[in-house]
């Protein structure tokens, strides 16, 4: 079930649903260790010099998703906050993703060791 904070937002800015959705895709792409699917949430391709996927250094396969939320968000961009639990710790993460021709991308991330 959705919070109801995440539900308001969604309503009030329909990108924070892509966006959401955008990221998700990108950590259970990590998680199942599919690196091209995960660039795809870049708008990249696999090996693109220009993308990291920084967090393969904590995710593992038995990593999940203990929330996601949206901050901030408007018609052409949103940030996600998401909290990661792997067996090497648990991670907060920042996500700023963005609308492009293709469909919303993340442009930028980083991550902490909470």
Known sequence: MTPPAVVALATAHPFAVQAESTVRRYLDALIAGNEGSAYAAFGATPGDPNVRLTEEAFIDRGAH?????????DATGATVEAEIVSSRGSYFATYHVSGSPSGPVIDGHDYIRE
């Open 65 to 73: 998703i203990a929330s996601l939320r949206t901050t901030r968000a």
